[in-house]
């Protein structure tokens, strides 16, 4: 199978705290990946620093055979769907206009072609017939929908979401993680940092656990049932005691 992200020796740090320690990772098309861990443990900074929103202070990084450093980081970036925690969505313009937006600006489509896909991207989340609404007059539930549809409609060969429920109420959860689902049962490459124990058990094809800053453990969903690590026991009973 074709590996369209492999990571080589990541390394991050925040002045002289390091946060990702030499992290390996390859990851094939179509391939959904859930990244876990405790709070502090290096996972979001690790996702977000395969596209330089954190820039890596050593390793190497390829996506879809090109190799990130600053000459090519725009045309990866340009692959490369990012959901955010907190949406970020611009309240002053329309649900379809935050889509539209990057779609002209960055990916230099027309605003017709950008419309279009603007409203196949909400069509897939179901939030088409809120394309004229904004933001404020949405659940948060919709707005992530939303910014889910935004990276949906750059039509990227790798989708990452970074805690993409944790923002939400509990009773909102749900219908991101439908959306979810749905996107992962297409064949979209994913990589996702969450908490959503169920969601990996029915989505994953792998779980990779963070601690420390590194990868302590990895494997099939199953892992979830029976860790081979004492760490990720512990992260599992207290995130199941969370839950209760």
Do not use: C
Not at 59 to 76: C, N, Y
Not at 157 to 185: C, F, G, H
Not at 196 to 223: Q, W
């Amino acid at each position: 199978m074709t590996t369209i992200v492999s990571v080589r020796n990541l390394q991050v740090a925040y002045g002289s705290l390091e946060v990702v320690k030499g992290v390996d990772l390859d990851v094939s098309q179509g391939e959904k990946v859930v990244i876990m861990g405790p709070s502090g443990s290096g996972k979001s900074t690790f996702l977000r620093s395969l596209i330089w929103l954190v820039r890596p202070k050593a390793g190497s990084i390829v996506i879809d055979q090109i190799e990130v450093s600053p000459r090519t980081l725009m045309k990866v970036r340009k692959r490369v769907g990012f959901v955010f925690q907190h949406y970020n969505l611009f309240p002053h313009l329309k649900v379809v206009d935050n889509i539209v937006l990057p779609l002209v600006k960055v990916h230099g489509l027309s605003r017709a072609e950008a419309v279009e896909r603007a409203l196949e991207a909400l069509r897939l989340v179901g939030l088409e017939e809120k394309a004229t609404a904004y933001p404020l007059q949405l659940s948060g539930g919709q707005q992530q929908r939303v910014a889910i549809a935004r990276a949906l409609a750059i039509r990227p060969k790798v989708l990452m979401l970074d805690e993409p429920t944790s923002a939400l109420d509990p009773e909102l959860v749900e219908e991101v993680l439908q959306v979810l689902e749905n996107i992962a049962r297409s064949g979209t490459t994913m990589l996702i940092v969450t908490h959503e124990v169920d969601f990996a058990l029915d989505v994953a094809d792998r779980v990779v656990f963070f601690e420390g800053g590194k990868i302590v453990e990895e494997g099939p969903p199953h892992i979830l049932y029976n860790p081979k690590t004492e760490r990720f026991r512990q992260f599992l009973r207290r995130l199941h005691r969370k839950i209760s």
